[in-house]
């Protein structure tokens, strides 16, 4: 799995979902519903540094804070 794109209709994500992705290098997030409660602790753990995550522009602040409490690496690029 070397890119992937989440809908606009995910609200969850569970556990581990990425975890053992060590060849992705694009993750393009296109929904606008995630939140707190909708992402597991670790939902994002196991993404590669290098990987570039894109958000919606008016959630990158939010999805910033939000994907690193949930896993993301801070060496991470999010646009």
Do not use: H, W
């Not at 409660?37 to 990158?60: C, E, H, Q, S, Y």
């Amino acid at each position: 799995l070397a890119s992937l794109m989440i809908p606009a209709k995910v609200e969850k994500i569970g556990t581990n979902a990425f975890f053992g992705c060590k060849k992705l290098k694009k993750l393009d997030i296109k929904s606008r519903k995630l939140n707190a409660k909708g992402l597991n602790k670790k939902a994002f753990k196991g993404i590669p540094a290098k990987t570039l995550v894109r958000v919606p522009k008016d959630k990158k602040n939010i999805y910033q804070k939000l994907l690193c409490q949930k896993g993301l690496g801070k060496k991470n690029k999010i646009r």
